[in-house]
């Protein structure tokens, strides 16, 4: 009776150590036997997190990409427009207090791509914004790093791809938009248009009225010329940066001198009838690269 316990005893003992080494040996064979075809999947695992861990590149908005510009002599809107590979109207739209003026050293807001900056006014809403322009206002709020968080006055806003409002310009002549900015550099008639005449080349426009009328500069630029000038009698010209050059004869005074920035519009003198004339008028002509073109195709 206890031979057979003791027998017994020992037996169960090696049956359980049996049981224990086959569960052991079961698991670190599975454990072995699992990697093998899942080899790929630690490396994955490790590559991983180093990709989550790259910073995502913050979007920029585009007011931290507005520059400003400092106008250099014989500089143009144009060709400023140009070298930022942006137009006219973009920058136009930016530089509203410009006006019609362009001097050398004033400052010039460069907007980052086409669009307008627009400056929030009273009653002003993204909204409003938005249909002002017909710009998506998720358009204008990815432009300027805004969540729909409000609009503060005088704050300033960059609408992408939207068009500078004519409203906004009082200032601007009608034909503001394209890179002529001329205006008319005296009341009175055509007397005489431009182009060849009985076989002689008439290489301007007149422009009648009495003697005094005021002449005023039909571009903003660099007075190049004032004095006489033979058959054009007192004469001045302007160059306005681009190749191009505007003259202005027959005059009966000179109320600037040569080397003085002049704004478009501005008086630069009175008309008369000296030199080769026949009557009291304005002799205009627009030149590019020295080569007389007809003004009518400049004047608004
Ligand atoms: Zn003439």
């Known amino acids: 009776m206890d031979l057979t316990r003791v027998r017994k005893q020992p037996l169960l003992m090696a049956v359980l150590i049996g049981i224990i080494l086959l569960a052991l040996?079961?698991?670190?064979?599975?454990?072995?036997?699992?990697?093998?075809?899942?080899?790929?999947?630690?490396?994955?695992?490790?590559?991983?997190?180093?990709?989550?861990?790259q910073p995502v590149q913050p979007v920029q908005p585009a007011v931290a990409a507005i520059k400003s510009h400092t106008v250099g002599e014989g500089e143009t809107l144009s060709g400023?427009?140009?070298?930022?590979?942006?137009?006219?109207?973009?920058?136009l739209g930016a530089n509203p207090e410009a006006g019609a003026t362009l001097y050398p050293g004033d400052q010039l807001v460069v907007l980052p791509q086409k669009g307008v900056l627009h400056t929030v006014t009273g009653g002003d809403t993204l909204w409003r914004v938005s249909s002002i322009y017909n710009v998506e206002i998720a358009a204008i709020l990815a432009a300027n790093a805004k969540h729909g968080e409000g609009l503060a006055i005088g704050e300033k806003l960059f609408v992408p791809g939207g068009k500078p409002v004519a409203v906004d310009l009082p200032s601007a002549p009608a034909s503001r938009a394209s890179v002529s900015r001329f205006g008319w550099p005296a009341s009175g008639e055509i007397s005489s248009p431009f182009g060849s005449r009985w076989g002689r080349m008439h290489s301007g426009i007149d422009i009648a009225n009495d003697i005094g009328t005021p002449v005023t500069a039909a571009l903003a630029g660099r007075v190049t010329y004032a004095g006489w000038y033979g058959g054009y009698g007192y004469a001045l010209m302007i160059a306005h940066g681009n190749g191009y050059s505007t003259l202005y004869g027959h005059l009966s005074a000179i109320s600037v001198s040569a080397g003085q920035y002049v704004r478009t519009g501005q008086q630069i003198a009175l008309m008369g009838s000296t030199g080769y004339s026949t009557g009291p008028h304005l002799h205009f002509e627009v030149r590019k690269d020295g080569q007389p073109l007809d003004p009518m195709n400049f004047l608004p």
């Open 25 to 53: 040996f079961g698991t670190v064979l599975g454990k072995r036997a699992k990697p093998l075809p899942s080899e790929p999947v630690p490396e994955i695992a490790v590559e991983q997190p180093v990709q989550s861990v």
């Open 80 to 91: 400023i427009a140009e070298a930022y590979h942006i137009d006219v109207d973009t920058l």
